[in-house]
């Protein structure tokens, strides 16, 4: 029996028995290598990775010449983006839920271990399960979501600018920032054309007032 014929089908032998298809011995947690097994394995890759990479070839495709700080080359990285788009369009589902539970998994492990659950980084604060700086971030969030749920007369009575989150410039509608750039809009041609439009249109509509409130007196 030729070697590769032989190995293919020792690899689905062991795999469905639930064992590591270098080793034999049990696989970690379903999947096809025990933790030893994929460690070696995820050097090996990476070590190959570098290699190549150090050699100025895409260490995926090892045929195209990458440049600069490029890691891979344009034709692998367009290939692998196309993969990825379309495993997601046919695998949404679940991937959605297979990343529910990992999320809930990792949230659990960082609020047991005192870790920040947001980043993983830092410890979190006492009482918390997060560290200041994710929940100072996470409060500022919070915030930019309740006032962008706002309509324009809240953000108004709020003292919020009416374009952005920031806060209104006194006396106005809108913060500092769009207030210069609507200084710097009514400069503009087209801007100044509109104004003199609207001055004379107010300006016949004036006259014509005053010529009829006269016709009337007479």
Not at 45 to 60: D, E, F, H, M
Not at 123 to 143: F, L, P, T, Y
Not at 201 to 214: F, L, T, V
Request: proline fraction near 3%; include cysteine; aromatic fraction near 6%.
């Amino acid at each position: 029996m030729p070697t590769s014929i032989y190995q293919k089908r020792m690899y689905q032998k062991r795999r469905s028995l639930g064992l590591c298809v270098d080793c034999g011995n049990p696989a970690e947690n379903g999947a096809c290598r025990c933790l030893n097994c994929s460690t070696n394995k995820n050097n090996e890759k990476a070590l190959n990775y570098r290699l190549y990479q150090s050699y100025g070839v895409c260490p995926i495709c090892k045929v195209n010449s990458i440049m600069g700080d490029e890691k891979t080359c344009p034709e692998c990285r367009a290939t692998s983006v196309e993969y990825s788009n379309d495993w997601h369009r046919k695998n949404r589902d679940q991937y959605n839920q297979t990343h529910r539970t990992w999320a809930k998994m990792e949230y659990s492990n960082r609020k047991e271990l005192g870790i920040c659950t947001r980043c993983g980084k830092r410890k979190s604060i006492n009482g918390r399960v997060m560290c200041g700086i994710c929940a100072d971030k996470a409060r500022k969030q919070k915030e930019k979501k309740r006032v962008s749920a706002m309509t324009k007369s809240e953000r108004i009575e709020n003292g919020i600018c009416y374009f952005c989150d920031n806060p209104a410039k006194k006396g106005y509608k809108v913060c500092e920032e769009h207030y210069q750039k609507n200084l710097e809009n009514l400069k503009h041609p087209k801007c100044v054309e509109a104004t003199n439009k609207e001055k004379k249109k107010i300006h016949r509509i004036i006259q014509g007032r005053k010529a009829r409130n006269e016709r009337i007196c007479n």
